[in-house]
């Protein structure tokens, strides 16, 4: 209703218009069907949109099957058991990383969490070809288990949707529009919202000619192929950064206490490197350590605010969010989206109300280096062709790169494990993490001895975002021949 609201606003003529109501959705219900629906009275379960979609889905010119059961395309939907976590740390023999479901929508999920490889996690391993579907707080977030999410742990709160044949068109249904509002149509709960797979089975899958199955099939594994092919080049670079520069692992690196037999870290810092900062986190000893062994090994450590390494950094203001429709503004992400190839939940700005601070702030281009700084601090991505001329909050750090060159080998440097310590040492707040654009500007940036090495990194990673970028063309052209030769189809 407040996005109805935002865009008849936008459209009002510049006098103004006065609203006294906002049409509220409504619907009327047999008991058949509530009794049908399982003697359900949420008015989510009737929705407007989802009994559309349920019409436009089984009044469609090819007949359904069931999602889940031996009549329907899914013959195994599960979840992972509740078990008691005992995380390890990253370093710790036989760790294996351990993602939740909205990590899991990542293109290259960065794991924090770790647990022992062992019997006791099998149920929350994944196999490849499976439909990950979230199932607990956000919930109908889907995504695809190819070479990359098989070598994580995912928790529970993803059901494991296991196909008989064509997993890439099943998975291409759910994440359509329709797909989203059948889910939708399924939850239940309160507080917590959830589903559970019994709630997914009946829902009406438009059974196409094996051909177009096939197509839309062959579209989703090849995107996700390029996804895993992109991450296969980001680790390529990861590695000649760290070959080139001598970096040991982070915890690894030795660093200077008062006393190492004290759990606590006790450090001394002198007076003249204060920079005007008291708090224990900026002068951490890891941080001089690591720029230490940057100095030894690198041509030369310049900062980030360098402007051979960069022409801009851009925190925009804080402002007032008036949002519409899709289709009357731009698409608007967060930095809990940042690592995402098509973000879930996107949201979209009014251009009326905010044309000029998209222009001057907000807007992203391809190249631009984006780095959370606020919440969860120093998540870095490299904006790719997909998101040209979307926008993102101003709880995201905008850095304009001098040139192609370099906006690849900053990206990978940033996103390192390396990196990721100079970027959080900054952190300030005490309720909220914070870091500003003069922060990012100090962070240190080394600069390496073999140009050719940091000439193949910097390609690398533009090279990734290219097979991301094809990925994300592919996935949109399964969404559109969906809708177009099944869905929709005359």
């Known amino acids: 209703m407040v996005d109805n609201l935002a865009r008849k606003l936008d459209n009002a003529p510049k006098t103004g218009i006065e609203i006294s109501e906002v049409p509220v959705k409504w619907c009327s219900v047999s008991l058949a069907e509530m009794i049908e629906r399982g003697k359900r009275l949420e008015a989510s379960v009737f929705d407007v949109e989802a009994r559309q979609a349920f019409y436009t889905v089984n009044q469609g010119v090819f007949n359904t099957k069931p999602l889940i059961g031996v009549n329907g395309f899914v013959k195994r939907a599960h979840y992972g058991n509740r078990l008691k976590r005992r995380y390890v740390t990253k370093s710790a023999n036989k760790a294996m990383g351990f993602i939740g479901s909205s990590e899991m929508l990542d293109v290259y999920p960065q794991p924090v969490k770790f647990m022992i490889n062992d019997e006791s996690v099998e149920n929350l391993k994944v196999k490849r070809n499976t439909i990950l579907v979230s199932r607990s707080g956000t919930i109908g977030n889907v995504t695809f288990v190819g070479k990359t999410l098989e070598k994580f742990l995912i928790s529970e709160h993803a059901i494991r949707l296991e196909c008989f044949e064509n997993p890439g068109y099943v998975y291409c249904f759910l994440k359509s529009k329709i797909g989203q509002k059948l889910i939708e149509s399924k939850v239940y709960g309160a507080v917590v919202s ?107 450590v310049t900062t980030l605010g360098d ?37 879930t939940n996107k949201k979209y700005l009014s251009l009326v109300h905010h044309g000029d601070r998209i222009a001057k702030q907000l807007e992203l281009h391809e190249g631009m280096i984006l780095i959370t700084c606020s919440g969860t601090i120093g998540k870095v991505t490299l904006v790719g062709k997909q998101w040209e001329n979307w926008t993102a909050n101003q709880h995201i750090i905008r850095v304009v790169s001098a040139n192609n060159d370099v906006a690849g080998y900053i990206s990978i ?18 309720v909220v993490d914070e870091i500003d654009d003069n922060h990012v500007r100090q962070i240190e940036i080394p600069i390496l001895r073999n140009q050719d090495v940091q000439k193949q990194i910097n390609n690398l990673a533009l090279q990734a975002n290219e097979k991301r970028y094809q990925a994300y063309l592919l996935e949109q052209e399964a969404l559109r021949v969906l809708d177009k030769e099944v869905i929709y189809a005359e």
Do not use: C, W
């Open 307 to 343: 402007e051979r390494i960069s022409s801009a950094v851009v925190l925009p203001g804080r402002f007032k969010r008036v949002y519409v429709e899709e289709g009357y503004g731009r698409v608007f992400i967060g930095g809990k989206q940042l690592y995402e190839l098509d973000p």
């Open 194 to 300: 959830q589903i559970e797979p019994e709630h997914l089975a009946d829902i009406p899958v438009p059974n196409a000619p094996d051909n177009i199955k096939a197509k839309i099939n062959d579209l989703i594994m090849q995107s996700y192929d390029l996804r895993d092919e992109s991450n296969d080049l980001i680790d390529k670079a990861q590695d000649l950064l760290v070959k080139e520069l001598d970096l040991p692992p982070v915890s690894e690196i030795k660093v200077e206490t008062l006393d190492e037999s004290k759990s606590v870290q006790a450090f001394s810092v002198k007076f003249s490197e204060m920079a005007g900062r008291a708090d224990a986190s900026y002068h951490v000893p890891i941080v001089d350590a690591i720029v230490d062994i940057l100095k030894k090994n690198a041509a030369e």
């Open 413 to 430: 440097f940033l996103s390192s494990d390396y990196g990721y310590e100079l970027i959080k040492r900054f952190t300030y707040g005490s």
